[in-house]
Each structure stands twice: as C-alpha cells, then as structure tokens.
C-alpha cells in the first residue's frame, strides 16, 4: 500500500510536470507496470459533452498526443447535463470533420459508438473526456455529461478519466498538461478497470493553482433548482390553459462536507477524485440480507 507521502509526491510531480513539487527534485519512484512498454501503442479516445468544436477538447487532445494515439469522437452539439443517457430508437450520423469525428448523440452514446465501430484493431487504452466548460466535483458528477461519457468506457472494460475546468477566464493549457501527465502516470502504473478519475480544475493559471489533492467526492458547489417564469407588470403571457413554465437556477450552497472534492476545489485545488461504475452499497445488501425477504411476497410465497 502506498503512503500517504507517497502518494503526495506523485501528485506534486504530476502538477509540475515531473519536478517535486515545482522545486526540481525527482518524481515519485512507484513500481512501474512492466505490461505498460513505453514503445507499445497506446490509443485514447477522447470525447467531451460541449460538443466537437469546443476548445477544451481540442486542447487537450493536443496535449493527449504526447502520450498517445489520439481519436476524437463527441456529439456534434451541446449535450450538458446527459449523464450516461444514451440514443436509443433511432440511427445516428458520423461525420468525419477536420476536428474529428461528430457523432449526432449524446456523449455516451459517442463513446459506445466509438469503441465498437471506430476503434483501432488492438481497440482503445484509455477513454478521456473533456475538458469540460464548468467544475464537476460533488454530487453534480451524477448529471453531467462529461463524468457519464467516461462512465460509458468503464462500463465497457476501458479504464477512463474525466477532466473538467472552470468556467472562469483562462487557458486550457494548465489543466491540460496536468491531464497529460496524469494519464502517462496511468499508464505507468496500470489503470484500475471500472474506475472514473475525475480530475476538476479551479480557473487558474500554474503560477496560481495552490495543490492538488486527492479527495473523495462530497457536496457540491452548486445545487439545482427551479423558480416560476412569470411576466413583467403588463406583459402577456401566452401559455396554454393549466400550462405553468420553470426555469432552472443554481443556488450554492452554505457549507460543504469537510474533506470532500468540493471543499477542496472551493480553496484552490485541483481534485482527483475515483468514481466507482458500480453503485452497490455492500453494507445495505448486507442488512437486507437479514429481512424476512420472503415475507415481501405475500400469499405468492417464494415458489419453493
């Protein structure tokens, strides 16, 4: 098991670019994988939810060039807020555009597609999705687009990364390289099947970003609500009988979970935080365990 100090010193090597942190010193020694060969192929398909002509995904799959073969695939347009919903009943174009290929469906439905039709031969290492327009840390992970794409290459085998920044003034360039350097991290040491690393970045350039941190996912800075459309004094509103129209608002919240991602990120710090594919509570299977189960199915009995 690594230490904590370890762990500390990969973080701070990945942030600067290999140096300790920022002061030159060597990177963490871990064990490297010896399956991952640094002259093997290595092929990530990148993929976002604010569509193929954003230029978070076009940052960083530069970026992800320097550690890979890079294969675009994203929805043409604006998919926020999709989580892992896919397009179902109905076909779908591919177009092969100058920025990649752009997949008419939502994020998911791109990564499905991706890697079962457009894939290498040897198929794909790693799935990378961002870099997002808009914080993904807390309890928002479930919505968004941008987690549920790389959720799509967990749930097909393929260990994947999430990388979201904040919408704030800047460059992508920071994130990026820290992205980069993660996933070569990645690779050295074997990515776990079945994990998201969602990476979340402040609006800062590196002279700014005070650390990074692994955390566990908590909170959320924000949280969604709804409030009634009304008219102005004297304006007509033409809605049809019964009909009523919300609009969704973001309200932050007064406190966040200490230790959590969004405690984390509201100080400054980049955020790692591993996302499970699997849901289940096992302490709760457990407790239901000891339920008379059979009890639930009435006159019906078990069948037994």
Same mark, same amino acid.
């Given at each position: 098991?690594? $230490?904590?100090?370890?762990?500390?010193?990969?973080?701070?090597?990945?942030? %600067?670019?290999?140096?300790?942190? %920022?002061?030159?010193?060597?990177?963490?020694?871990?064990?490297?994988?010896?399956?991952?060969?640094?002259?093997?192929?290595?092929?990530?398909?990148?993929?976002?939810?604010?569509?193929? =002509?954003?230029?978070?995904?076009?940052?960083?799959?530069?970026?992800?060039?320097?550690?890979?073969?890079?294969?675009?695939?994203?929805? %043409?347009?604006?998919?926020?807020?999709?989580?892992?919903?896919?397009?179902?009943?109905?076909?779908?174009?591919?177009?092969?555009?100058?920025?990649?290929? %752009?997949?008419?469906?939502?994020?998911?439905?791109?990564?499905?597609?991706? !890697?079962?039709?457009?894939?290498?031969?040897?198929?794909?290492?790693?799935?990378?999705?961002?870099?997002?327009?808009?914080?993904?840390?807390?309890?928002?992970?479930?919505?968004?687009?941008?987690?549920?794409?790389?959720?799509?290459?967990?749930?097909?085998?393929?260990?994947? !990364?999430?990388?979201?920044? =904040?919408?704030?003034?800047?460059?992508?360039?920071?994130?990026?390289?820290?992205?980069?350097?993660?996933?070569?991290?990645?690779?050295?040491?074997?990515?776990?099947?079945?994990?998201?690393?969602?990476?979340?970045?402040?609006?800062?350039?590196?002279?700014?970003?005070?650390?990074?941190?692994?955390?566990?996912?908590?909170?959320?800075?924000?949280?969604?609500?709804?409030?009634?459309?009304?008219? =102005?004094?004297?304006? *007509?509103?033409?809605?049809?009988?019964?009909?009523?129209?919300?609009? !969704?608002?973001?309200?932050?919240?007064?406190?966040?979970?200490?230790?959590?991602? $969004?405690?984390?990120?509201?100080?400054?710090?980049?955020?790692?935080?591993?996302?499970?594919?699997?849901?289940?509570?096992?302490? $709760?299977?457990?407790?239901?365990?000891?339920?008379?189960?059979?009890?639930?199915?009435? *006159?019906?009995?078990?069948?037994?």
């Amino acid at each position: 098991m690594k $230490t904590r100090g370890a762990i500390r010193r990969t973080l701070a090597a990945i942030m %600067c670019g290999g140096a300790l942190a %920022c002061g030159g010193g060597p990177a963490s020694e871990a064990p490297v994988d010896e399956a991952a060969s640094p002259d093997a192929p290595y092929h990530i398909l990148v993929t976002n939810d604010d569509g193929i =002509d954003s230029p978070g995904i076009q940052a960083l799959a530069a970026a992800l060039r320097e550690v890979g073969e890079v294969t675009i695939a994203a929805p %043409c347009d604006q998919q926020s807020g999709t989580s892992m919903s896919i397009s179902l009943g109905e076909e779908f174009r591919v177009r092969d555009t100058p920025a990649g290929n %752009c997949v008419e469906a939502t994020p998911a439905s791109a990564v499905r597609l991706a !890697v079962r039709m457009l894939a290498p031969e040897s198929g794909f290492d790693l799935v990378v999705s961002g870099i997002n327009i808009g914080a993904n840390v807390g309890e928002i992970s479930h919505m968004s687009g941008t987690v549920g794409a790389a959720m799509m290459g967990a749930y097909l085998g393929i260990p994947a !990364v999430a990388a979201s920044r =904040d919408s704030g003034p800047g460059e992508f360039e920071h994130a990026t390289g820290i992205v980069a350097r993660f996933v070569a991290e990645l690779r050295r040491r074997g990515p776990e099947i079945g994990i998201v690393y969602s990476l979340n970045f402040p609006a800062a350039t590196a002279a700014e970003t005070r650390g990074i941190a692994a955390r566990p996912m908590g909170g959320s800075y924000f949280h969604i609500d709804h409030e009634e459309v009304t008219g =102005d004094p004297g304006e *007509e509103v033409a809605d049809a009988e019964g009909e009523r129209r919300f609009s !969704v608002v973001f309200v932050p919240p007064e406190t966040v979970p200490a230790g959590s991602d $969004t405690e984390a990120y509201n100080e400054g710090l980049v955020t790692i935080t591993p996302l499970r594919f699997d849901w289940t509570d096992r302490p $709760t299977v457990e407790a239901l365990e000891g339920w008379d189960l059979d009890a639930l199915l009435g *006159e019906s009995g078990s069948g037994g």
